[in-house]
């Protein structure tokens, strides 16, 4: 009795395997004469990959970021902290200048010997066009202007680097703290 049914079995698998064998043939089939996917409707066209997004002109997108930097914001407003952003460099020790003298930071900066520089330190270690500052948004930023001795910021030598709240700018013998 058991063999029967296991007999039975084996050939119902058998069947159920090759009525799935027939319909997944006859919808392969189908597919290749009709052109298109089986699970897509027929009204839904394919995606192309190679088809470029519409041009999109210079004035529509400063529009749209204009419009981004409303939306972020609570009121409207844009944010601007730059009236409340007083930038300077305070001497913390230099042979030269007292410590404590402040200079302001407007624009373009430039460090060194030669009378025309915004910040003169006339140190032998200094070169004459030595570093400038920079801004960049509203950050400021040192670049080194291949001096001889380097520029160094948090005791560290660089080429260019971003001034951070109380960061220390040491220009020969001479050490600034940057302040907002």
Known sequence: MIDTVLLALKVGILVLLYLFVWWVVRRTVRD???GQAATSPPDVALPTADVPPPPVSPEERDARREQR????TMDGQLLDFTPHIDPRLVVEKSPIVPPGVIFPLEGWVTIGRAP??????DEPTVSSTHARLVTRG??????????????YVNERAVTEAQLKLDSRLRIGETVFRYEE
Not at 116 to 121: G, K
Request: charged share 20%.
């Open 32 to 34: 290749t004469v009709t």
């Open 69 to 72: 930097d409303v939306e972020r």
């Open 116 to 121: 025309s520089s915004s910040i003169v330190l």
């Open 138 to 151: 509203q950050i400021y930023v040192v670049e080194d202007l291949g001096s001889t001795n380097g520029t």
